[in-house]
């Protein structure tokens, strides 16, 4: 069962552009939503997190927006640049004793062209 | 301060073979997890282990993987017997405390032939 549901799979925009990166979750648990990013041949970065006491959260170019009721939230880039092309993965954990454990979603492989 | 270092980066085994997954947490850290990506997919937990202790196993196939991480060394996960389904990235992740952001390694490459 796909806990965290990712769309789109793939995304091409220009430079410039607002890549969308949305994902939905099922377990009203999750406490804690993570993006990272992630290029080829390298392990997964954290890029921005977010709780859901807030509906939106900012770090320089990269913004989530989160919906508590639809149990959704998106990642959105800024002014994107080529150096942004990775792949993104949203993640969720809950309050458990096993530690920080992490839901992924299947990745957005993002490509921005010049 | 290094990153979590994992070796091999990529390992090549045979079917049958036994893999073995080297995790070295970042220093200070001594709470590990492993995760496992495969092809167009996104990564899913195996195991979550502290130092000497595994602390949650629920992500782990039943049979032929196990992980340890002993008082002194890195961290192993260790696949007997492998099969071409094996074949993934297995990424290990580090953190200093039990819900402090875990920091990820590069990643082992594993390719059963």
């Known amino acids: 069962q796909q806990q965290v549901k990712q769309s789109p799979q793939s995304l091409i925009v220009q430079k410039g552009g607002i890549p969308i990166i949305n994902c939905a979750y099922e377990n009203t648990a999750f406490d804690y939503f993570p993006w990272y990013q992630q290029f080829p041949g390298k392990g997964p970065a954290l890029l921005i997190a977010i709780r859901p006491d807030v509906s939106e959260k900012k770090e320089g170019r990269f913004t989530i927006s989160f919906n508590k009721s639809a149990k959704q939230f998106s990642l959105h880039i800024m002014d994107s640049q080529p150096g942004d092309s990775a792949t993104y993965f949203c993640?969720?954990?809950?309050?458990?004793?096993?530690?920080?454990?992490?839901?992924f979603g299947t990745g957005t492989q993002l490509k921005v062209e010049l | 301060n290094a990153g979590v270092m994992q070796n091999p980066r990529h390992l090549v085994r045979r079917r049958g073979q036994e893999a073995r997954l080297r995790c070295s947490p970042m220093?200070?850290?001594?709470?590990v997890y492993w995760y496992r990506q495969l092809p167009e997919e996104g990564l899913k937990f195996m195991v979550y282990?502290?130092?000497?202790?595994?602390?949650?196993e629920s992500g782990m196939p039943k049979e032929r993987f196990s992980a340890e991480f002993p008082k002194e060394g890195p961290s192993i996960l260790r696949i007997q017997q492998v099969v071409r389904g094996d074949s993934a990235a297995y990424f290990c992740a580090s953190s200093p405390t039990q819900y402090r952001e875990a920091f990820f390694g590069q990643g082992t490459r594993l390719t059963v032939v």
């Open positions: 220093k200070g850290h001594s709470h």
């Open positions: 282990l502290q130092k000497e202790n595994i602390i949650d």
């Open positions: 993640a969720a954990t809950q309050p458990t004793g096993g530690g920080n454990k992490l839901t």
